[in-house]
C-alpha cells in the first residue's frame, strides 16, 4: 500500500487539526500533533496485511491517539508561571565544561598563531587588540606610519583568521 501523503496532507490537515482543537488543544499545540501525525504515518504506515483502506480515517486515528498522549503528559506536568527576571535567575551563568575546553584549546592555539607572527607584526596587533591603542598611538610607539601600523595588522588579522578558521 502506498500512500501519497502530500496529497492527504493537502485534503486533511486542516480538518485533523480543528478535530484537535475540539478536543481542547490550542492553536500550536493541534498544528504540531498535525504535523506529528503525517510524520507517524510516514515512518510507520498501517500494515500490509490490511485489507481495507481508509486513510482519513487512519489519520484522524493517529492524530485521535497523539492528542490523548499529549493531554496526558500535560497533566503530570506541574506548570509554573514564572517572569522573565525569575527565569534568567535560574540559568547558570557558568559556561559548560565542554564549552570551558574549546576555549581553553582555542586560546592556546590563538597564542601560537600569534607566536608565528614577526615580531613587530605581533607587537603591533597586540598593542592594538589588548592594549586597545589605536592605530596612530601604535604607530607613534613604534615610529612608524600609521598606514604602515594599519598593514602590520591588517596582516596581523589575516594570519590568525587563516589559521583558525573551520575550527
Known amino acids: 500500500m502506498s500512500w501519497d501523503l502530500h496529497s ?15 478536543r481542547g488543544l490550542n ?14 504515518v510516514l515512518v ?8 481495507r483502506h ?7 486515528r493517529v492524530a485521535r491517539n497523539l492528542g490523548i498522549d499529549h493531554q496526558r503528559r500535560e497533566r503530570t506536568l506541574v506548570h509554573v508561571d514564572m517572569s522573565p527576571e525569575d527565569f534568567a535567575a535560574i540559568a547558570d551563568p557558568a559556561p559548560s565544561p565542554e564549552a570551558v575546553v574549546y576555549d581553553r584549546q582555542k586560546l592556546t592555539l590563538t597564542k601560537a598563531v600569534l607566536a ?17 591603542m589605536t592605530i596612530a598611538e601604535v604607530a607613534a610607539e613604534l615610529g612608524l606610519s600609521t598606514s604602515r601600523t594599519w598593514s602590520l595588522i591588517r596582516d596581523a588579522y589575516e594570519h590568525i583568521d587563516a589559521r583558525l578558521t573551520g575550527l
Not at 27 to 40: G, H, Y
Open 8 to 22: 492527504l496532507f493537502i485534503r486533511h490537515a486542516r480538518d485533523i487539526t480543528f478535530a484537535l482543537r475540539r
Open 54 to 60: 481508509n486513510p482519513a480515517a487512519y489519520l484522524f
Open 116 to 132: 608565528e607572527l614577526p615580531g613587530r607584526t605581533r607587537v603591533a596587533f597586540e598593542m592594538h587588540r589588548i592594549d586597545e
Open 44 to 51: 510507520s504506515p498501517p500494515a500490509k496485511t490490511v485489507t
Open 27 to 40: 492553536a500550536e499545540t493541534a498544528a504540531d500533533l498535525t504535523q506529528d501525525t503525517f510524520v507517524r
